[in-house]
């Protein structure tokens, strides 16, 4: 199969072949590049805390020890921190917003 000038090769819709999709499935790739994992608040104690959780000295031993997934699992381990951070911050605007 030719390949069409354009074609991203990530497209959900032809698998690279070529389509109208191609370029909106290109442009959602990068917007998803382009987002961070997880972002902290030095000065947040709890963030910092969920920051040592999967880059801290322990975690990234374990990530890239023998039995460890290396740059998989500290981005799986960054991803369950955000969603972390994430549920903290609803809790605490939730609590704001009752009192």
């Known amino acids: 199969?030719?390949?069409?000038?354009?074609?991203y090769s990530g497209c959900?819709?032809?698998?690279?072949?070529?389509?109208?999709q191609c370029p909106e499935e290109r442009k959602k790739a990068e917007q998803r590049a382009m987002?961070?994992?997880?972002?902290?608040?030095?000065?947040n104690p709890d963030d910092m805390?969920?920051?040592?959780e999967f880059?801290?000295?322990?975690a990234l031993g374990k990530a890239f020890g023998p039995d460890g997934e290396g740059m998989v699992e500290?981005?799986?381990?960054a991803a369950i921190a955000s969603f972390k951070q994430a549920v903290r911050k609803m809790s605490f605007e939730s609590?704001?917003?009752t009192q």
């Open 49 to 52: 805390a969920l920051l040592n």
């Open 74 to 77: 500290v981005e799986r381990n």
């Open 12 to 20: 959900e819709w032809c698998g690279g072949n070529g389509c109208l």
């Open 35 to 43: 987002e961070p994992i997880f972002t902290a608040d030095r000065n």
């Open 95 to 97: 609590k704001e917003a």
């Open 1 to 7: 199969m030719a390949e069409f000038k354009g074609a």
């Open 55 to 58: 880059c801290g000295r322990e």
